[in-house]
């Protein structure tokens, strides 16, 4: 359950909030009794991303989760991505065997491959090729669903 009180906030504790602020690390989001917690661009999403606006925008109502909770320093930090699912439900919209749109995430420097989001909290890598760049909207074929890895294996088609 969700609460919009948070006087006795705890870690782990779902929360909704809105966005009020977007810097290149993180985003500010007000959950509420004049308290405000940042959650930091590593806990936006599984995909590696480049900027928190590639997730949200100023105004949003989201749901986060308290991450962790510093009183002397009055801070909470709050992660986003827990509220996208695990990796088991997401994986659960694909099938092995059918062409979907993906968007690339990173092209790793020594060319092991490409990393490719399917949703927010579910990356795949298919193998490395030339030609392709950070942000770049794909489509891929999906190999095989590991799902005992948690690996999905793509094909850029």
Request: aromatic fraction near 8%; glycine fraction near 8%; charge should be positive.
């Amino acid at each position: 359950m969700i609460t919009e009180h948070n006087e006795n906030l705890k870690v782990g504790q779902k929360v909704a909030g809105k966005v009020k602020n977007i810097k290149p690390y993180g985003a500010f989001v007000d959950i509420g009794n004049g308290k405000v917690g940042l959650v930091h661009i590593k806990d936006l999403s599984v995909a590696r991303i480049k900027t928190p606006y590639e997730r949200l925008k100023i105004g949003q109502n989201i749901d986060v989760v308290v991450k962790y909770i510093d009183k002397e320093q009055d801070r909470i930090l709050l992660s986003y991505k827990e509220m996208l699912g695990t990796w088991e439900e997401n994986a659960e919209k694909f099938t092995q065997g059918i062409k979907v749109k993906g968007k690339i995430r990173e092209t790793e420097k020594n060319k092991n491959g490409i990393f490719i989001e399917l949703t927010p909290n579910l990356v795949g890598m298919a193998e490395y090729q030339e030609g392709y760049q950070y942000g770049q909207d794909v489509d891929v074929y999906i190999k095989k669903i590991d799902r005992e890895k948690k690996k999905v294996k793509l094909l850029i088609v």
